[in-house]
């Protein structure tokens, strides 16, 4: 079945770059997600890759996809305080047609 | 206001009693879905529905039932509760009938659960 795993804790000063990693087992995927969640909230869509990129870039993000080994990282340069949050990776697969989601990492930024 | 609004956003509750958790979206989405969270655990899927006439199991549907009632409310039941259903619970909508279906959820801001 899908199954998707993230380690569940990260810490980083601030200013340093922050990496978030996951692992998935769909093949079939066709789009990995980033989603955030602040404290007290739900999660939002911070950013997502179709699965025949393997590198997205959106201002402070990077999405880096390396398909064969099912790898999927988010890079946050220059993280603040206000990145502090739980970051999920989830997978869309035309199999499914649902997200699966993984455990969630708490980032934690030290000033 | 919120485009996906859930009622109650807390609610404690002693083992055994029937609760209903609401969820209604101003989306226009047509689809639905209630997942659980649990420190570590990340999110797990308890039933979603693709459109009215259409409800599916979950990885995690024992002990709960849905309804949906129409295509802008979706509502989670626990016809008996237990504590170890204390968890999040969190309604989630998308859209599959936009010009760019990339499966991306828009979630409500949760209800807090505890079952005594």
């Known amino acids: 079945g899908e199954d998707v795993e993230q380690s569940l804790f990260l810490s980083v000063r601030e200013g340093d770059s922050s990496v978030i990693n996951c692992t998935y087992t769909?093949?079939?995927?066709?789009?990995l997600y980033w989603y955030k969640q602040e404290p007290g909230a739900g999660l939002q869509l911070l950013t997502y890759?179709?699965?025949?990129?393997d590198m997205k870039q959106d201002q402070r993000l990077t999405v880096l996809l390396n398909k064969k080994d099912k790898h999927l990282s988010l890079r946050i340069a220059d993280t603040q305080t206000g990145d502090s949050a739980i970051y999920f990776c989830?997978?869309?697969?035309?199999?499914?047609?649902?997200?699966?989601f993984g455990s969630g990492t708490r980032l934690l930024v030290r000033p | 206001d919120a485009d996906v609004t859930q009622t109650p956003r807390n609610r404690i509750t002693k083992t055994g009693k029937r609760i209903m958790l609401e969820c209604s979206q101003t989306?226009?989405?047509?689809?639905m879905y209630w997942y659980r969270q649990d420190p570590g655990l990340g999110l797990r899927l308890i039933y979603y529905?693709?459109?009215?006439?259409?409800?599916n199991k979950g990885e995690i549907s024992d002990g709960y039932s849905v309804s949906r009632q129409a295509q802008a409310k979706f509502s989670l039941s626990l016809e008996s509760a237990i504590p170890n259903q204390t968890a999040l619970y969190f309604c989630?909508?998308?859209?599959?009938?936009?010009?760019?279906?990339?499966?991306?959820?828009?979630f409500g801001e949760g209800s807090r659960l505890t079952v005594l």
């Open positions: 989630a909508t998308s859209d599959t009938q936009g010009t760019l279906n990339t499966g991306e959820l828009f």
């Open positions: 769909d093949s079939s995927s066709t789009y």
């Open positions: 890759i179709f699965s025949n990129m």
């Open positions: 989830a997978e869309y697969g035309d199999s499914s047609y649902k997200l699966i």
């Open positions: 989306k226009g989405h047509d689809r």
């Open positions: 529905s693709f459109d009215v006439k259409d409800i």
